[in-house]
């Protein structure tokens, strides 16, 4: 056990995720990912002379799913901002945001540890919506030093959530992001893949150092940015935790003392690089953008947005593990897999009538053949009612578990149903009789064996269940084993 | 059959009843411009072969009794802030010169479906900013009344080439007055529609929440024709209003009987020309003898309308500009180190990043110095710790602007007045005076600021032989009493119907 250590850490994060959107914010553009660079475009996103946007209703619903699912207040009236500042990939010199009246405010989304290492509500400060700009791609490898700028993306929604400061350590941080990773995949409000950049973080950070006089020291915040997974979040957080407190103890530096600060994740490098200085004190020169109308926000629309919304994971997992009667660990598995697997899994566990077995067969086959086949459980082959047929046999006795599993594989492999498999594999239950029986021949035809086990090997009765295997493909290893033990022993 | 001499709503008639083919239509007007546009200087460009090519489709599809639309035939002539894909847009401007838009605004995709006919696109002032045209990088228009004398802006070029004959109608754009001012210095018809009539979507932006877009012609019958097929709701501008388009032509030959019409005090104060002050009140008797009825209205923030405008515009203008960064499209400067200096191009030179100087060189090349002016306005009023004090304070501002005519509109139906102060300035008389200049816009920015519509109509000449124009101004949506009353007006004079003597040789 190590020493707590002699300072807080406090983090904020500002994520931006990409909405699930068939076309853009402002225009219909496509969002598809990967096309060809500046393939969808047109006059608005390229910000042509004389082009106009209009709001895209199905990025405002997505949004409003959001906010609600983190708890937000809603705003009643909502309107569009101007945000000014000259970059290539932001073809109109501003970018459509939201500024003093954000859609959404002052909500929070509560991330607990399911070993119990914390448990941590982080407060959410706004959520707006905003249109991304383009890519810009500097390309030294060419020699030319010239830039390269793709617009498709100039355009496409983006939610900005902005926390608290209210995380204390790098880990509940990934933790958080997972959560609400999960939290908006979910809601089919983003798919979060940070590779495709639809879903980026930004990370605040300082020390909070307890001094003798009983003043609280705090060290400057650094905005940490360029961080291309969670796990980068995580370590880019504590390098940063320890280089500042390496710092607070050479220069006695706080927050105020010096402009705030940006520094940019080295991935392979590890560690964080202070940045350029932005453009100093970058001024925006926010005003409302007369091109759009402002957006009333009614009950009746709010109503219909959280009734369409379904189970958040939070609620989901106690649910599931009421429902059901499975540990809250089990149920913390099953909803951290996505909406998809709970629906596989509520299927199954109705059909047999039982959350435990199918929570057993999900988690110990199911999954794992998923993480083999790298495969979502849309696209696995055994469906609900035919695991449910599998697992129904099972408990009723035609055949135990072991040889369930066999059965499994096979239907996996061959695409053939339950049933099908059952009848020509000649699966039928071996009776106690029959093992009996069985039992007897092997023991009879081994004196070796028998001879072994009686001079104390038990182990040599592994000798016997391949044989039996070959007589009896229905039987159970283990009861093979145990009788033929015991018979031995009475001998 | 001469073409130039008719009205648009004759014109149609005439090209409808066979009396004209649309090429000779065409032709008259595109030979009367090939005369007189090297004097005036109205348009930028001229498509003799297009508007040749599209006049004998129609005649073709009307002789063998294809579908025609409801302005077959019509000449008109484009304000070149409209985005056409068949001419270029320059917007007056350096920055865009020759610049294609891949797109055709809302109105030009309209008339085309109508079958216009479009002869080319007019001059302005850069960007639409200015009340004299004299702010076009490619050269001032000349008043057709008088070669000396400016037009009026921003839409100077549509004014003008409607006035000297070289097109019946023309579309403008009027922020705050470009297209009455003009249509008063040059005795013609202009309407601004209220705000959201007429969609703006490929209207190259000036001033967002001001910029409307309105017909310019000799009369307000023919200015009730064209709104019949610019007006209406457009999907792609989320400012466009739903509200039905009416029949504004049919709606006209009604009189004046109970029509209540404003007049403001102080519109007549000190600086009102004594000749315009005499037409415009010789105007307000026509009306009465036409059946309406005069009464004193308070506009209590009129006096108000120049600075806030003077803020609002340039704001928006600061951030709409913003896009002609010369990575894109439009002017760049050439590359870093070859051309001017950074010094020489506006900024402070040394310390940019050649991406910055390129941004820094393009705009101090491509933009001329009104547009500079204003962009620097606005950015200033935008900025962090101004921001208070000028553009929120300017629209609470605007809020009571537009309450005092509507509150105006309780008691009248209308509210008249002079256009301008004078009639047409000379030529370079206000150049160095930029203040002078904004002051142009003395009663017309009330009207954009207010968010509703006004009429520009001649009501007079000077001694001196220059045209002075009136203007009524209506309550949201108000546009057929508008062109009712201008129309009963014109019914009972012939103001309208007087012509300069040709620039370029008398008509053939």
């Given at each position: 056990m190590t020493a707590p250590p002699p300072y807080t850490t406090i983090i904020g994060l500002e994520v931006h995720v990409q909405l699930l959107t068939r076309t853009k914010l402002f225009c219909g553009c496509s969002t598809r990912f990967g096309a060809a660079p500046n393939t969808q475009v047109c006059p608005t996103c390229l910000g042509l002379p004389g082009s106009l946007p209009v709001m895209n209703r199905q990025a405002f619903e997505l949004a409003l799913r959001a906010a609600l699912a983190l708890d937000c207040t809603i705003a009643p009236f909502t309107k569009w901002d101007r945000k000014n500042y000259f970059y290539p990939d932001l073809p109109k010199g501003y970018q459509i945001s939201q500024f003093d009246l954000p859609f959404s405010s002052d909500g929070r989304l509560e991330v607990v540890d399911p070993k119990g290492a914390f448990s941590r509500t982080v407060g959410i400060i706004r959520v707006h919506l905003e249109e991304d700009a383009g890519k810009s791609m500097h390309d030294e490898a060419a020699g030319t030093a010239d830039s390269r700028i793709d617009l498709n993306r100039a355009g496409t929604p983006l939610c900005e959530i902005v926390t608290q400061p209210d995380l204390r350590s790098p880990q509940e941080a990934r933790a958080w992001l997972n959560e609400l990773k999960l939290l908006l995949v979910y809601l089919g409000v983003s798919d979060c893949n940070m590779q495709e950049g639809s879903l980026r973080v930004d990370a605040n950070v300082n020390l909070h150092v307890p001094q003798a006089d009983g003043r609280v020291a705090k060290t400057p915040i650094v905005e940490i940015k360029n961080m291309n997974s969670f796990r980068s979040v995580e370590r880019a957080l504590a390098y940063e935790t320890a280089r500042q407190w390496e710092e607070w103890q050479a220069t006695k530096a706080e927050m105020g003392t010096t402009p705030k600060q940006t520094r940019g994740w080295d991935d392979p490098a590890g560690i964080t690089r202070a940045q350029r200085h932005k453009e100093e004190s970058s001024d925006y020169r926010y005003f409302p953008e007369p091109d759009l109308v402002p957006v009333t926000v009614s009950e009746e629309q709010l109503a219909a947005v959280r009734g369409a919304m379904g189970e958040r994971p939070t609620v989901l997992r106690r649910a599931l593990a009421e429902r059901w009667s499975i540990s809250p660990y089990d149920a913390d598995v099953l909803v951290n897999q996505g909406r998809e697997l709970v629906a596989y899994f509520e299927d199954v566990a109705t059909r047999v009538g039982e959350g435990k077995v199918a929570s057993n067969w999900l988690q110990q086959d199911v999954l794992r053949t998923l993480n083999e086949r790298n495969e979502s459980v849309d696209a696995f082959p055994i469906r609900p009612d035919a695991l449910a047929d599998l697992i129904g046999r099972v408990q009723k006795g035609e055949f135990d578990t072991s040889r369930g599993r066999e059965i499994f594989a096979e239907v996996l492999a061959s695409g053939r149903s339950v049933a099908d498999v059952v009848a020509t594999l000649g699966i039928a239950a071996v009776g106690d009789d029959e093992l009996v029986a069985l039992c007897r021949e092997l023991i009879a035809e081994n004196p070796k064996i028998v001879a072994d086990v009686k001079g104390g090997k038990e182990q040599a009765a592994a000798g016997l269940i391949g044989q039996a295997k070959k007589k009896n493909p229905n039987v159970n290893p283990g009861k093979v084993r145990a009788k033929c033990l015991e018979l031995i022993r009475g001998m | 059959m001469q073409p130039l001499e008719l009205s648009a709503v004759d014109l149609v008639a005439a090209l409808r009843q066979g009396d004209l083919t649309a090429v000779e239509c065409a032709t008259a007007f595109l030979d009367r411009i090939d005369a007189g546009n090297g004097a005036i200087n109205a348009f930028l460009a001229v498509d003799r072969e297009g508007a040749l090519a599209r006049a004998a489709d129609i005649d073709a599809r009307r002789r063998s009794g294809r579908p025609v639309g409801p302005l077959a035939g019509l000449p008109v002539a484009l304000k070149d802030v409209l985005c056409t894909v068949d001419m270029p847009t320059t917007c007056a401007s350096r920055m865009l010169a020759g610049y294609r838009p891949p797109y055709d605004a809302d109105v030009v995709e309209r008339l085309r479906r109508a079958d216009a006919v479009f002869l080319g696109k007019t001059n302005m002032d850069e960007f639409a900013m200015g009340g004299s045209n004299e702010n076009s990088a490619f050269g001032p228009v000349r008043n057709p009344w008088d070669l000396s004398r400016a037009p009026g802006g921003s839409s100077g070029g549509s004014a003008a080439c409607v006035a000297a004959d070289m097109a019946p109608v023309a579309i403008g754009s009027d922020t705050g007055g470009s297209i009455r001012q003009p249509a008063g210095l040059c005795g013609i018809t202009g309407l601004k529609p209220t705000y959201g009539r007429v969609s703006r979507r490929g209207l190259v932006a000036f001033a967002s929440s001001l910029d409307q877009i309105g017909p310019m012609a000799r009369s307000a019958a023919d200015c009730a024709l064209i709104m019949e097929t610019i007006a209406g709701h457009d999907p792609g501008d989320s400012t466009s209003l739903a509200t039905e388009v009416p029949r504004y032509g049919q709606l006209l030959d009604k009189p004046l009987t109970g029509v209540r019409i404003g007049r403001v005090p102080e519109h007549f104060a000190e600086g009102l020309d004594p000749e315009v002050a005499r037409g415009v009140e010789e105007a307000f008797a026509v009306l009465e003898a036409a059946g309406a009825t005069v009464h004193e209205v308070r506009l209590p923030h009129a006096r108000y309308g120049i600075p806030t405008y003077y803020l609002i515009a340039p704001c928006e203008a600061s951030s709409n500009l913003a896009r002609y960064d010369g990575a894109h499209y439009g002017h760049r400067a050439q590359a870093a180190g070859q051309a001017a200096s950074g010094r020489a191009a506006g900024g402070a030179g040394g310390g940019d990043s050649p991406l910055a100087e390129m941004y820094r060189r393009s705009r101090a090349e491509g933009f001329g110095p009104e547009v500079k002016r204003r962009i620097m306005l606005g950015t200033y009023a935008l900025s962090a710790g101004y921001y208070d004090a000028y553009y929120a304070k300017a629209l609470r501002v605007r809020r009571l602007i537009r309450q005092d005519y509507l509150d105006a509109f309780q008691t009248v139906d209308l509210i008249g007045g002079p256009v301008s102060a004078t009639p047409a300035f000379k030529?370079?008389?206000?150049?160095?005076d930029p203040l002078a200049m904004y002051l142009v816009d003395l009663y017309t920015v009330g009207t954009n600021l207010a968010g509703v519509g006004g009429i520009s109509f001649p009501c007079g000449f000077t001694r001196s032989g220059l045209p002075i124009g009136f203007q009524l101004q209506a309550p949201p949506l108000g546009e057929p009493l508008l062109l009712r009353a201008a129309d009963r007006f014109q019914q009972l004079t012939d103001w309208h119907r007087r012509r300069p003597r040709p620039a370029g040789g008398a008509p053939a």
């Amino acid at each position: 056990m190590t020493a707590p250590p002699p300072y807080t850490t406090i983090i904020g994060l500002e994520v931006h995720v990409q909405l699930l959107t068939r076309t853009k914010l402002f225009c219909g553009c496509s969002t598809r990912f990967g096309a060809a660079p500046n393939t969808q475009v047109c006059p608005t996103c390229l910000g042509l002379p004389g082009s106009l946007p209009v709001m895209n209703r199905q990025a405002f619903e997505l949004a409003l799913r959001a906010a609600l699912a983190l708890d937000c207040t809603i705003a009643p009236f909502t309107k569009w901002d101007r945000k000014n500042y000259f970059y290539p990939d932001l073809p109109k010199g501003y970018q459509i945001s939201q500024f003093d009246l954000p859609f959404s405010s002052d909500g929070r989304l509560e991330v607990v540890d399911p070993k119990g290492a914390f448990s941590r509500t982080v407060g959410i400060i706004r959520v707006h919506l905003e249109e991304d700009a383009g890519k810009s791609m500097h390309d030294e490898a060419a020699g030319t030093a010239d830039s390269r700028i793709d617009l498709n993306r100039a355009g496409t929604p983006l939610c900005e959530i902005v926390t608290q400061p209210d995380l204390r350590s790098p880990q509940e941080a990934r933790a958080w992001l997972n959560e609400l990773k999960l939290l908006l995949v979910y809601l089919g409000v983003s798919d979060c893949n940070m590779q495709e950049g639809s879903l980026r973080v930004d990370a605040n950070v300082n020390l909070h150092v307890p001094q003798a006089d009983g003043r609280v020291a705090k060290t400057p915040i650094v905005e940490i940015k360029n961080m291309n997974s969670f796990r980068s979040v995580e370590r880019a957080l504590a390098y940063e935790t320890a280089r500042q407190w390496e710092e607070w103890q050479a220069t006695k530096a706080e927050m105020g003392t010096t402009p705030k600060q940006t520094r940019g994740w080295d991935d392979p490098a590890g560690i964080t690089r202070a940045q350029r200085h932005k453009e100093e004190s970058s001024d925006y020169r926010y005003f409302p953008e007369p091109d759009l109308v402002p957006v009333t926000v009614s009950e009746e629309q709010l109503a219909a947005v959280r009734g369409a919304m379904g189970e958040r994971p939070t609620v989901l997992r106690r649910a599931l593990a009421e429902r059901w009667s499975i540990s809250p660990y089990d149920a913390d598995v099953l909803v951290n897999q996505g909406r998809e697997l709970v629906a596989y899994f509520e299927d199954v566990a109705t059909r047999v009538g039982e959350g435990k077995v199918a929570s057993n067969w999900l988690q110990q086959d199911v999954l794992r053949t998923l993480n083999e086949r790298n495969e979502s459980v849309d696209a696995f082959p055994i469906r609900p009612d035919a695991l449910a047929d599998l697992i129904g046999r099972v408990q009723k006795g035609e055949f135990d578990t072991s040889r369930g599993r066999e059965i499994f594989a096979e239907v996996l492999a061959s695409g053939r149903s339950v049933a099908d498999v059952v009848a020509t594999l000649g699966i039928a239950a071996v009776g106690d009789d029959e093992l009996v029986a069985l039992c007897r021949e092997l023991i009879a035809e081994n004196p070796k064996i028998v001879a072994d086990v009686k001079g104390g090997k038990e182990q040599a009765a592994a000798g016997l269940i391949g044989q039996a295997k070959k007589k009896n493909p229905n039987v159970n290893p283990g009861k093979v084993r145990a009788k033929c033990l015991e018979l031995i022993r009475g001998m | 059959m001469q073409p130039l001499e008719l009205s648009a709503v004759d014109l149609v008639a005439a090209l409808r009843q066979g009396d004209l083919t649309a090429v000779e239509c065409a032709t008259a007007f595109l030979d009367r411009i090939d005369a007189g546009n090297g004097a005036i200087n109205a348009f930028l460009a001229v498509d003799r072969e297009g508007a040749l090519a599209r006049a004998a489709d129609i005649d073709a599809r009307r002789r063998s009794g294809r579908p025609v639309g409801p302005l077959a035939g019509l000449p008109v002539a484009l304000k070149d802030v409209l985005c056409t894909v068949d001419m270029p847009t320059t917007c007056a401007s350096r920055m865009l010169a020759g610049y294609r838009p891949p797109y055709d605004a809302d109105v030009v995709e309209r008339l085309r479906r109508a079958d216009a006919v479009f002869l080319g696109k007019t001059n302005m002032d850069e960007f639409a900013m200015g009340g004299s045209n004299e702010n076009s990088a490619f050269g001032p228009v000349r008043n057709p009344w008088d070669l000396s004398r400016a037009p009026g802006g921003s839409s100077g070029g549509s004014a003008a080439c409607v006035a000297a004959d070289m097109a019946p109608v023309a579309i403008g754009s009027d922020t705050g007055g470009s297209i009455r001012q003009p249509a008063g210095l040059c005795g013609i018809t202009g309407l601004k529609p209220t705000y959201g009539r007429v969609s703006r979507r490929g209207l190259v932006a000036f001033a967002s929440s001001l910029d409307q877009i309105g017909p310019m012609a000799r009369s307000a019958a023919d200015c009730a024709l064209i709104m019949e097929t610019i007006a209406g709701h457009d999907p792609g501008d989320s400012t466009s209003l739903a509200t039905e388009v009416p029949r504004y032509g049919q709606l006209l030959d009604k009189p004046l009987t109970g029509v209540r019409i404003g007049r403001v005090p102080e519109h007549f104060a000190e600086g009102l020309d004594p000749e315009v002050a005499r037409g415009v009140e010789e105007a307000f008797a026509v009306l009465e003898a036409a059946g309406a009825t005069v009464h004193e209205v308070r506009l209590p923030h009129a006096r108000y309308g120049i600075p806030t405008y003077y803020l609002i515009a340039p704001c928006e203008a600061s951030s709409n500009l913003a896009r002609y960064d010369g990575a894109h499209y439009g002017h760049r400067a050439q590359a870093a180190g070859q051309a001017a200096s950074g010094r020489a191009a506006g900024g402070a030179g040394g310390g940019d990043s050649p991406l910055a100087e390129m941004y820094r060189r393009s705009r101090a090349e491509g933009f001329g110095p009104e547009v500079k002016r204003r962009i620097m306005l606005g950015t200033y009023a935008l900025s962090a710790g101004y921001y208070d004090a000028y553009y929120a304070k300017a629209l609470r501002v605007r809020r009571l602007i537009r309450q005092d005519y509507l509150d105006a509109f309780q008691t009248v139906d209308l509210i008249g007045g002079p256009v301008s102060a004078t009639p047409a300035f000379k030529l370079g008389e206000k150049k160095d005076d930029p203040l002078a200049m904004y002051l142009v816009d003395l009663y017309t920015v009330g009207t954009n600021l207010a968010g509703v519509g006004g009429i520009s109509f001649p009501c007079g000449f000077t001694r001196s032989g220059l045209p002075i124009g009136f203007q009524l101004q209506a309550p949201p949506l108000g546009e057929p009493l508008l062109l009712r009353a201008a129309d009963r007006f014109q019914q009972l004079t012939d103001w309208h119907r007087r012509r300069p003597r040709p620039a370029g040789g008398a008509p053939a």
